[in-house]
């Protein structure tokens, strides 16, 4: 294959080692300055100049965008997306991995396990915020940054409602997260790439520092990962968009939490710490699925009038339980299951021999007509306005 690495720092660890595994394997493999690219929109089809020059062919990119031009890098990224051309990271993951505040949200919807964590803007809500995570000491996290910098331990309300307030008064949005005291300044840095941990690390820091980063001056170990954590981490990194991550998390009392997913982890570390191949690894991986580049389904699929994809979820006492897909009779009615999720499982194109359970959920496209009655009602999480008690009740009947 034709390989283009997107990277500003071609002599850096991970680049050069990344394009010497490709070249090893017999691929053709330049690294392109992601801030040399021109996104040409003046055609009948999408098409990029690299250098003032239109950009020659390839079949993969694999993007290693800094922090600093996300922006213009996602652009680029997307835009080799538009040209049917593979990435194993996608310009919306890459993009919501950036932002902390949008990946935590994003995270917290699949049953992550995470540390707490609270976003507030007002002053007046700080103090409430921080009681909401469960109270001093507190981690404050600044959302762009990167290696450690910009997050800060608060050992008390006072510290951290001072910390809080003059960084957004330089307009800097921050996080207020959860202290894991067990951790103990370690974390477990776990390299995904495709469906499975390709490596793990532990890291620790050093002295009172409790920010493990080796960039921080922390020291690394190879770990094994048991089955809990090895899943965690490549759950957070399929859910996020990202295909190869550096998915980073906190060894807590009830399991694995994720602070972390990265979509340009750093290699050197991890590949001295194990004595593995991540790289090779890594265009092993692009190579096995050049032929699949990214398509935006939904976009894809909602092109013809009156169709579309829902999610339709089988509650308890549904006619549908007990019942195959196949007797389900939802083909008749022009719906096809494109995933069934059960418990933390998903089933993707299931046969139509399986027979459908209470609380599955499946991801169908079909006819939205006939899958409107089928969507569930919109759950609520708390009452608007709390119940009196009885005895309040009771003694305004009497009065």
Request: proline share 4%.
């Amino acid at each position: 294959m034709k390989l283009a690495i997107l990277s500003r720092s071609p002599g850096a660890y991970s680049t050069a080692r990344l394009k010497s595994a490709a070249l090893e394997r017999g691929h053709e493999c330049k690294v392109l300055n992601t801030l040399r690219f021109a996104i040409d929109l003046s055609g009948d089809e999408p098409d990029m100049q690299f250098r003032g020059k239109q950009l020659s062919d390839y079949d993969a990119v694999l993007p290693r965008i800094g922090a600093s031009v996300t922006y213009f890098g996602t652009a680029v990224v997307r835009q080799f997306e538009q040209m049917d051309v593979y990435t194993p990271n996608t310009a919306n993951g890459i993009a919501n991995s950036r932002d902390k505040l949008r990946a935590t949200q994003i995270l917290s919807r699949h049953e992550i396990g995470m540390p707490a964590t609270t976003f507030v803007r007002d002053k007046a809500d700080v103090l409430p915020a921080i009681d909401l995570v469960g109270g001093a000491p507190v981690v404050i996290k600044l959302l762009e940054g990167t290696q450690g910098i910009g997050v800060i331990l608060a050992p008390d309300k006072a510290v951290a409602e001072a910390i809080i307030e003059t960084l957004q008064s330089t307009k800097q949005n921050v996080l207020i997260q959860q202290f894991i005291a067990e951790s103990k300044g370690r974390d477990i840095r776990a390299l995904v790439v495709g469906d499975r941990v390709v490596g793990a690390m532990r890291r620790t820091a050093q002295g009172d520092e409790f920010r493990s980063n080796v960039h921080r001056g922390g020291s690394v170990e190879a770990v094994e990962l048991s089955e809990e954590y090895e899943r965690t981490a490549v759950r957070a990194a399929q859910i996020m968009g990202l295909r190869v991550a550096g998915v980073d998390m906190l060894e807590g009392n009830d399991g694995p939490l994720v602070m972390e997913v990265n979509s340009s982890p750093g290699l050197e570390g991890i590949e001295r710490a194990t004595g593995l191949d991540i790289a090779g690894a890594i265009i092993d991986y692009i190579d096995d699925q050049v032929a699949f580049p990214e398509l935006d389904v939904r976009q894809r699929l909602t092109v013809s009038t009156g169709y579309g994809v829902a999610e339709l979820h089988i509650p308890e006492g549904s006619k549908f339980v007990g019942q195959t897909i196949d007797e389900s009779g939802l083909r008749e009615l022009d719906i096809t299951i494109l995933t069934l999720h059960r418990d933390r499982s998903v089933i993707p194109n299931p046969k139509t021999s399986r027979a459908l359970q209470a609380d599955d959920r499946l991801t169908c496209f079909g006819k939205l007509e006939e899958m409107r009655g089928m969507i569930p009602t919109r759950r609520k999480r708390r009452a608007k306005v709390r119940k009196l008690p009885k005895e309040i009740l009771d003694a305004n009947t009497e009065a």
